[in-house]
């Protein structure tokens, strides 16, 4: 009778025992600029039918309280102050009120499960939504100043300043919408916190500082789109001091980038929960 070793044996266990097979190693994640691209081109396409009612809405707001003023401002620097403000309250409405409501429903509805499922980095996710929203803002801001310079006489020479103060004030104002809609609790606290950021953006951006109290003027210093409505307004002198243009528009983009951290920041807390 002879011995067989058992491991040799076809159906036993001991054979069955083979090296495990190594797990196929996860493919390198997604870079930022490339994701940001893809969030940027599926927001757009997304909100290209449903955000374009919107837009019109805030075209003819702005446009409606440029009308408004004509007959309570005096022209110079209060009708310039005016012009800018109205023009920038259309980025405001878009990129802080409308992203405010739309991150407020996506964390509500569980929408970030599905962004978190995806190998993309947080930043890419809010840099795509906040540069799609923004861009709805190009045309309405355009048609705004180009009316509101119209309406009050002011030269439209320098009117390519908004090629910079669109994209830096949406920055600065997507990045802040989309922080209160990821921190608000609930999505009506969002729309309520968009909502009154667009407010702060209307009385503080469009009414002249100098007509302001002391306090008021203050608040005004901390709301992002302030720097970029300084920075428009202040072309439509005869000789702008382009010094103090690049100032503001560079306080206005260094208040996006922080405010697009805090936002990404957000994400990654609201993703987590």
């Known amino acids: 009778m002879s011995v067989v070793p058992a491991d040799v044996l076809p159906g036993s266990?001991?054979?069955a025992e083979e090296p495990a097979v190594c797990a196929a190693e996860l493919g390198p994640r997604a870079r930022l600029w490339p994701s940001m691209a893809a969030v940027y081109r599926a927001q757009l396409s997304r909100a290209r039918v449903a955000r374009i009612p919107l837009l019109f809405v805030a075209t003819f707001q702005s446009i409606g309280i440029m009308i408004l003023m004509r007959g309570v401002v005096d022209d110079g620097a209060e009708a310039q102050?005016?012009?800018?403000?109205?023009s920038v309250l259309v980025v405001a409405f878009v990129a802080l009120n409308l992203l405010a409501q739309y991150f407020g429903q996506l964390r509500a509805s569980g929408g970030l499960d599905?962004?978190?499922t995806l190998p993309v980095p947080p930043a890419?996710?809010?840099?795509?939504a906040a540069g799609a929203y923004a861009s709805f803002t190009v045309p309405g801001t355009i048609v705004t100043a180009v009316f509101g310079c119209a309406l009050f006489g002011l030269p439209l020479a320098h009117l390519w300043v908004l090629l910079a103060v669109i994209p830096l004030a949406g920055a600065a104002l997507a990045g802040l919408g989309a922080a209160l809609g990821l921190l608000a609790p609930r999505p009506e606290l969002a729309t309520l916190l968009g909502q009154l950021g667009m407010s702060a953006a209307l009385?503080?951006?469009?009414?002249p500082a100098d007509r302001m109290p002391e306090v008021v003027r203050f608040?005004?210093?901390?709301?992002?789109?302030t720097y970029g409505v300084e920075a428009f307004a202040r072309t439509f002198g005869p000789h702008p001091d382009w010094a103090f243009v690049l100032g503001d528009l560079a306080?206005?983009?260094v208040v996006g980038v922080v405010s697009l951290a805090v936002a990404t920041w957000a994400y990654r807390r609201a993703a987590v929960r």
């Open 219 to 225: 608040a005004r210093d901390l709301l992002p789109s």
């Open 114 to 116: 599905h962004y978190a």
């Open 251 to 253: 306080v206005c983009g």
């Open 81 to 86: 102050a005016v012009v800018a403000g109205s």
């Open 124 to 128: 890419a996710v809010v840099l795509g």
């Open 13 to 15: 266990a001991l054979a």
């Open 203 to 207: 009385l503080l951006g469009v009414l």
